[in-house]
């Protein structure tokens, strides 16, 4: 079955292989140089010389790892769709005094907006979406980090759908901390997660109590100086990982960018071609998941059924997204994912059987 889903997305041979081999101890040699491997690859990746740490969990632990190790008290949770929204649960969870700047979905947020609400407030911490999966929607980073900046608050990045896919330029940017998931762009199976951390939160790190254990950043950037983990990692997603980074390297982080934003332009034109619209805002749209507005208002239950004995498992859209536009009268949507090791080639035949499916399921 090929998964045209946001993730988990489908994963290669070479994957395949790489999770089946023998095990090793997590305290030897061998698995030095492996994290080692890996530790530089995802440096090059995030365009980072910060350490990208490595944990056995998905892409919310971290999340969580992110709001206990850096926010004291106050933090900003820019929503713009359903994982901004989950950030934002997690840091009440977490006991945190929480603010919101919520934009309307479809949109990104403006320097503007965030300006409004940042004036006069000091935040430990203001939490960015990069690319919100359930809408489409990429935030322009770059600019909006610039106003962080301008106060002392870090600024934490969720990647977990664009890193690998999008162009992030953490350095360059100036993230504090920019967090992953294995089963997204990097087309590995889920259970890893990956987070760059600047020397500044770090430090801020030192001073915050409750940081919990399983998610001490400080004791995860100790043990990443020593190419070793706190704990038992999974060694076999780290095989995979290794493989991945090479993989990348090959493909060449600029190819790999410009292959996924070639597939976000088809996708896009399919879109409009097929006389549906789409969802994000322009100048806006994720490199890595298109969201289209169902104008057409095509029962996508029933293309997501037929498309499954054609070997697609497929998305028909982000429920609480749709329950929310159908209840204020507007149209449902339905995204293309098209990240990781996707071709253009591949990405064609798929939206063709999609095509052809809508069409009999209209008739
Ligand atoms: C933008 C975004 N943030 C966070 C998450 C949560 O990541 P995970 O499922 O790896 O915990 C997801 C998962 O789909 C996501 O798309």
Not at 147 to 166: N, T, Y
Not at 186 to 208: D, M, R, T, Y
Not at 246 to 256: A, C, P, S, Y
Not at 292 to 303: A, L
Request: glycine fraction near 6%; charged fraction near 30%; include cysteine.
């Amino acid at each position: 079955m090929k998964l045209f889903i946001p993730g988990p997305i489908n994963i290669n041979e070479n994957t395949k292989k790489s999770i089946q081999k023998d095990m090793i101890s997590h305290r030897s040699e061998e698995f030095r140089e492996l994290y080692k491997e890996c530790k530089i690859g995802l440096q090059e990746i995030f365009q980072t010389k910060n350490p990208v740490l490595i944990s056995t969990s998905s892409g919310s632990g971290l999340m969580e790892g992110a709001i206990r190790n850096f926010v004291r008290e106050k933090v900003l949770i820019c929503v713009i769709g359903a994982f901004g929204k989950k950030w934002a649960s997690i840091a009440k969870a977490c006991g945190k005094e929480v603010d919101i700047l919520e934009i309307t979905p479809g949109k990104a947020i403006q320097k503007e907006d965030l300006i409004k609400v940042v004036s006069g407030k000091e935040y430990d911490a203001i939490c960015i979406t990069q690319n919100e999966t359930s809408t489409g929607v990429a935030n322009h980073l770059a600019e909006l980090a610039s106003i962080v900046r301008e106060s002392e608050a870090l600024l934490l990045v969720d990647a977990v759908s664009s890193m690998a896919g999008a162009n992030i330029k953490v350095d360059e940017i100036g993230i504090d901390v920019c967090i992953t998931s294995s089963q997204k762009c990097f087309a590995l199976p889920p259970g890893l997660a990956f987070a760059s951390v600047s020397e500044k939160a770090l430090e801020k790190a030192k001073n915050i109590e409750g940081r919990g254990y399983y998610f001490d950043f400080l004791e995860l950037a100790k043990n990443w100086e020593n190419n070793e983990t706190p704990y038992t990692p999974n060694i076999s997603l780290l095989f995979a990982l290794q493989e991945k980074v090479r993989e990348i390297q090959k493909e060449t982080i600029e190819k790999r960018f410009e292959r996924h934003l070639s597939l976000a332009k088809r996708a896009q034109e399919w879109a409009v071609e097929n006389g549906f619209e789409l969802f994000a805002e322009e100048n806006y749209m994720s490199n890595t998941v298109t969201c289209i507005k169902n104008t057409k208002k095509v029962d996508m239950k029933k293309v997501k059924e037929k498309m499954m004995p054609k070997g697609y498992f497929i998305d028909a859209g982000y429920r609480k997204l749709n329950e929310k536009l159908i209840s204020e009268g507007k149209d449902s949507t339905f995204r293309i994912p098209h990240m990781g090791e996707l071709t253009i080639e591949e990405l064609g035949e798929y939206l063709e059987e999609l095509k052809q499916t809508i069409m009999e399921v209209e008739k």
